[in-house]
């Protein structure tokens, strides 16, 4: 019954005709909503975004919460730029706060209705009346509905009403999410001011955030049952709330289905309550009189949660003192329909990022200055990479002049040093907030110094501003940055793209041919042992089990393919926890490396897989266009034993379009707003018969009933998983976080300059969600875990996941799961000896918080997130600085200074400048060229990782020589091989924690033992094996 009501609604809502009466009504609220923001605002309410007002939202919510004078204006006058307004701030700082956030409410309303008026600044009345998603119809004057609805009017205590006109309401929302299965249902009132109702209707009643200020004006009973949504059963409490319309000089008075359940009788206010009491679902202040004392002038009924609440009228009246004005509108029912119908080819998506960005050092006038020379140092720790790129370029001009240097980089990349050597002198940079980075650059430049300015002007492309470079001069910048590696098909890949060696392809005028020199050296650091490494260029190389050193050939160069490396590991899929203390302070960055590796079941294995297309106003143009290009690459990427189906949504509608040819995809109409749960509701009503249903939304995150939606998403989630792609540039990309989160999937941001990476983002399975980590710190007194990813998202077979944290005195954590319906536990642990020392662990670390804070989610809500956004932001500056890691805050600054009287005569020394970045951590073994890499049958016959690293250490020539020394060697070796059989724990002590070198020599007995050695005991424990 209750899905045929839901039918008979849409129906309703997708009709052709409005009558007159409601239709007059529809344009009074639409105006008051409009007319309300035009007297307050400074600018058009299309010129705010909802990001914007997120901003705004969060802002107030960290202002409500911070005491100090200074720190709340400071963040006032941050929400005044945000959000420009002629209104005059009340004195209480809860008053000003609750009227902006009332404020933001009702912009996002507006905002809302645009888009689902298909952005038309001056819709039809029918297209107004569309877009509230809500059933409206008069009720006769003379009817028994009306008799009845009057009947709850009635009140002897107030002054004589009349009523202008009641309408029906039905919300389409409401009615699939309002629980009848409480009891206890009874006809209650609401009030607000005429303004508040577009935004009501369209959406419905929602929780407040703040209580001291309610609807515009102040309450008698301000906050007493805290954060609720109020009701009354009497008029005269009613009025107390309204206003007078600017428009007609009616009120407006909402009768709603309030489910109480058990309600729960307050004699005494109580402003912490979030929930009723236990065991109920509902409270109700009892009104103070002659014999009863309490807290209440009215009787208050209050619910706390939204599916409690179903509208049912809207109630127009006025009072004895209010004047009636003229309001005739214009009512119209054309309805414009927008076709956005064509195919959609996939020829253009095969273009690199990079392709849009020219790389190098450009002068004033865009022409990239000669580059004499590219050499790369890298360092590869488990699954991260720190790399260290040196550029040459020379200014072959005859003044001086102001280049601007382009680095492309990935995404994932995140620079933490720059360097630059000219004339003999090296400037290193520094990071600092960006306008005083700014300040100093420009200063250095007026006063005829060298100065280097580093901005990211986007995630993935840096911009250095080089000013007054020499003419003649050769300048030496090197460039630090750390990443992730990427891990593929069970393969970890390293890559490194062309653009940082940007060629000049055809010379200019009187410039010279340029001679590509290149270099590239690498260290590879791993847990487990080294298989199957592939290089896209010629290397020499030594390697041990776990440790790998490469080096490109002299005549290799580096092209617009770049370099590519690739590995695997013998236990890929084991979880590690690396753990690294600073060498400075007493401070431990810790990483934990899951890559799961989940036996499919018929549980949980895929049985089909639905493409949603949000084709709402926001979406309209390049977004429409991206969207079907993704789906397109999807359904190419997809098993063809899947089931598949697409659909597209908006406003009340949706469609599943033909299957498409393999390269192309139609676009249906564009239009409305985003309304997610009505296809949402529709595939839930007819779960998969077996396995899990994937769900693959692409959208832009400006949904509509969010609550509603991320409750649906939850209750569903054991048989339909959520996947969500954004993709326009004002994405919510909160709200598609939280919808990947409660569906148990997982969420992508695709860029438009990324489109050839889209082929490799697919969904996964089967999958792990609710996904925590605990960490173990033995230290009672230690401050608490700093863990980026804050929230993580499920974790799937064969992808891996890295978590970060700044936890000290930390040796253990665990994580927890559910795995179709099982919980799962997988601890992770390392010893001291294990610890590392350094600082590359720690700059990974700050990369990924900075990173989390940017673009991670840091709260429930997105008005919690973005206040936590404002709490963090010093945090985040302070760690940007000191592990110069560049944030949205932050710049690299670097300032040479010159003497005018004395110019610079000195030389660069490059070669030894790029022979300082040594990367060699074999420096005892011989190069092997990649294709003579062949051991004897002797070496191969040898098993066990420990066994290989000895015998590596040996030259091949001493076994074809056999010296006088081999018998000791062996007699060694042999004892090492019964060592690892016996005492696994020697093995990973000499390959985590100690000098790999020492150790080595001192179990050959070169070296003695130190008396404090972790070996000693095991070599005592040994019999019958002599000890060199």
């Known amino acids: 019954v209750l899905c045929n009501w839901q039918l008979l609604l849409e129906e309703k809502l997708n009709c052709s005709t409005v009558t007159q009466e409601v239709g007059t009504f529809v344009e009074l609220i639409w105006t008051e909503a409009l007319g309300s923001l035009n007297s307050i ?33 400071a963040l006032l006058d941050e929400v005044k730029t945000l959000l420009p307004l002629v209104m005059v701030d ?187 009491p236990e065991g109920y679902s509902s ?57 956005f119908s064509h195919f959609v080819q996939i020829s253009d998506l095969t273009m690199s990022f990079f392709d849009y960005v020219t790389a190098g050092l450009l002068d004033s006038s865009g022409q990239t200055l000669p580059l004499q020379a590219v050499h790369v140092r890298c360092k590869l720790m488990d699954l991260l990479s720190q790399v260290i790129i040196f550029q040459t370029y020379t200014n072959n001009s005859t003044v001086p002049i102001e280049a601007k240097y382009v680095f492309p980089l990935e995404e994932t990349a995140a620079v933490c040093g720059f360097e630059a050597f000219i004339n003999g002198k090296h400037v290193i940079g520094k990071v600092k907030e960006k306008e005083q980075a700014r300040k100093e650059y420009r200063q250095a430049i007026e006063k005829g110094h060298g100065a280097y300015l580093m901005d990211q002007d986007a995630p993935d492309v840096f911009t250095i501003s080089v000013g007054n470079l020499p003419p003649g001069a050769t300048v030496l910048i090197k460039v630090t940055f750390v990443t992730e590696l990427v891990v593929r098909a069970g393969s970890i890949l390293f890559s490194l793209p062309g653009s940082v060696a940007p060629w000049q392809q055809s010379a200019a ?18 847990p487990y042992e080294i298989k199957d490494l592939e290089c896209s260029h010629r290397i020499q190389i030594k390697r041990t089990d776990c440790k790998a050193v490469v080096s490109t050939k002299p005549e290799q160069t580096l092209n617009t393919d770049g370099f590519q490396l690739s590995f695997t590991l013998s236990q890929i899929h084991m979880p590690r926890m690396w753990v690294e203390k600073h060498p400075d302070k007493d401070s431990e960055a810790c990483m934990l490396v899951f890559y799961p590796d989940f036996e499919s079941t018929g549980v949980s294995s895929v049985s089909d897989v639905v493409i949603l297309l949000d084709t709402s106003e926001s979406m309209r143009g390049e977004a429409t266009l991206n969207a079907r290009r993704l789906a397109i690459k999807v359904l190419n990427s997809l098993d063809r034993s899947l089931r598949v189906n697409i659909i597209s949504f908006g406003t009340g509608q949706y469609s599943t379009p033909e299957q498409p ?33 994937n769900v693959l939304l692409v959208s ?83 401050p608490s875990p700093v863990q980026a990813p804050s ?102 600054v670097a300032i040479e200074e010159r003497d005018k009287d004395q110019p610079d005569s000195g030389i660069t020394d490059v070669p030894k400048i790029i022979a300082e970045e040594d990367v060699d951590i074999l420096p005892y073994m011989g190069w092997t060229e990649e294709e003579d890499m062949i051991v004897d049958n ?58 790999w070198e020492s150790c080595t020599r001192q179990l050959l007995g070169l070296d003695s033992l130190p008396p404090c050695s972790p070996l000693t005991p095991v070599l005592q424990r040994s019999t019958g094996i002599s000890v060199m």
């Open 41 to 73: 605002l400074t600018v058009p309410v299309s010129s705010i975004s909802l990001n914007d007002v997120s901003r705004v939202e969060g802002l107030l919510l960290q202002a409500q919460k911070r005491e100090g004078e200074d720190e709340v204006k």
């Open 90 to 276: 009340p004195d209480s700082k809860q008053k000003l706060i609750s009227q902006k956030l009332d404020l933001c409410q009702l912009i996002r309303d507006i905002l809302n209705m645009s888009e689902a008026t298909l952005g038309n600044p001056s819709p039809s009345s029918l297209g107004k009346y569309r877009a509230l998603r809500c059933s409206i119809d008069q009720v006769p004057p003379q009817s028994p509905e009306f008799q009845s609805v009057s009947q709850l009017l009635q009140d002897r205590y107030v002054q004589p009403v009349k009523i202008q006109q009641i309408l029906r309401v039905s919300r389409g929302a409401e009615v699939h999410m309002f629980k009848e299965e409480i009891g206890n249902i009874k006809p209650l009132l609401h009030s607000s001011r005429p303004s508040s109702f577009m935004g009501i209707l369209s959406r419905g009643l929602l929780l407040p955030r703040v209580g001291v200020e309610q609807h515009g004006i102040e309450r008698t009973d301000v906050g007493n049952l805290g954060s609720g949504i109020y009701f009354s059963d009497s008029l005269c409490t009613s009025i107390k709330y309204s206003k007078p319309s600017e428009m007609d000089g009616s009120r407006l008075l909402l009768v709603c289905d309030v489910a109480l359940g058990q309600c729960k009788d307050l004699h005494w206010r109580d402003i912490t309550l979030t929930r009723a």
């Open 791 to 892: 929230q993580l998202h499920a974790l799937f077979s064969d992808c891996h996941t890295l978590v970060y944290g700044f936890v000290p005195h930390c040796t253990q954590a665990t994580l927890f799961g559910d795995l179709s319906g099982q919980e799962i536990k997988t601890m992770v642990s390392t010893t001291e000896l294990q610890k590392t020392r350094g600082t590359f662990l720690h700059k990974l670390t700050a990369r990924a918080i900075i990173r989390d804070y940017e673009d991670g989610s840091l709260g429930s809500s997105e008005a919690e997130h973005e206040g936590k956004k404002a709490e963090l932001k010093s945090y985040i500056i302070e760690l940007s600085k000191e592990f110069s890691i560049l944030s949205q805050f932050t710049s690299f």
């Open 700 to 782: 832009d995150g400006h949904v509509q009933n969010q609550p509603q939606t991320l409750q649906m998403v939850r209750e569903n989630a054991r048989h339909t998983r959520l996947f969500t792609c954004g993709l326009s540039p004002t994405a919510n990309r909160h709200m598609l976080r939280a919808l990947a989160q409660a569906g148990g999937g997982a969420f992508e941001f695709f860029d438009t300059k990324k489109k050839h990476t889209w082929s490799e983002k697919c969904m996964a399975s089967p999958g792990c969600s609710s996904v925590a980590v605990k960490w173990q710190q033995f230290s009672p007194t230690a």
């Open 938 to 995: 002797e070496v191969r016959d040898f098993t066990g990782s420990f066994r290989n690293k000895m015998l590596i250490l040996i030259s091949v020539n001493i076994y074809k020589s056999l010296p006088a020394c081999y018998d000791a060697v062996k007699k060694a070796v042999d004892w090492v091989c019964w060592a690892d059989r016996q005492y696994p724990c020697v093995c990973s002590r000499l390959e985590f924690g100690l000098n």
């Open 283 to 339: 409270v109700h202040g009892v009104q103070q009189t002659q014999n009863t004392h309490t807290d209440f002038e009215d009787d208050e009924y209050v619910v706390y949660n939204t599916d409690q609440v179903r509208i049912k009228y809207v109630v127009r009246y006025t009072l004895e003192e209010d004047q009636m004005k003229s309001f005739q509108p214009h009512v119209d029912t054309i309805y414009p329909i927008h076709h």
């Open 661 to 693: 040819p393999s390269n192309t995809l139609s676009s249906p109409a564009v239009g409305g707003s985003t309304e997610l749960w009505r296809p949402l509701r529709s595939l839930n009503l007819l779960p998969p018969s077996h396995g899990v249903r």
């Open 509 to 526: 005028l009187n410039q010279r041919t340029q001679v590509q020199e290149f270099s590239l050296s690498m260290s590879i650091e791993m």
